[in-house]
């Protein structure tokens, strides 16, 4: 009973896994002219201001972008000198994360992997940074714990995210939100996939901090960032606070 149990779990969280992915193939074109429209207007400054603030100065970091998306931090750590691994779960967005990069003049090491199971050695980065990430994963314990693993003692890992859990993006009628600008069907996909994880039964980033430092981070958080870095009047945002965790593991 045991065994078929595990495995029924197993093929659960596989079908999921394979959900979220289907999804974020399928809004990878639009998702990166947005991140393309961010780096080259005053958001893209406005990012690496805030972060380059909070980084180690004086030397090349090493640096690990997680759920990298159409590669904007990515194409951010690379223009800066510093040297990048980038992955995301999705082939499609890694697709446009290599042609973003291309058309900035800049490398970065794209590799496809799950987030929650990195085939990278410990200790390997002196950061490991994501955005909007978390809110998206199966098990947000475990990925934390890999980003943990992979980052060396001292190291920073920063991570950008919402408190979407009790939201729904179908609800907003701000023609100015960014969901209005995604099809109604894949709306209600996202909503249904979100709904569906146990990272959405928390609060956060309450809950974030209360994991990271369990685990020994000396941690800071800012509770909105949004007006620092969201400031292309042009593009179109989530109305949901982002807040901002920086964790120092020891």
Known sequence: MHSSQTEKKSASQVGLAEEIEAYWDERSTAFS?????ELAGPDGSAWWDFIAARLPEG??????DVGTGAGFFAILFARAGHKVTAIDQSARMLLRARENALAWGCKADFRKMDAQCLSLPDAAFDVVISRNLTWTLPDAMQAYREWLRVLKPGGLLLNFDSDCGSKSFCDTVDTAHAHTQVDAR???RCNAIKDSLRISTHARPHWDLAFLQEWGCACTCEPDIAPLVHLDPEIAYDNIPLFAICACKK
């Open 33 to 37: 002219r947005v991140r393309l429209q």
């Open 59 to 64: 030397r090349g970091l090493t640096v690990l």
């Open 186 to 188: 894949q709306v209600r």
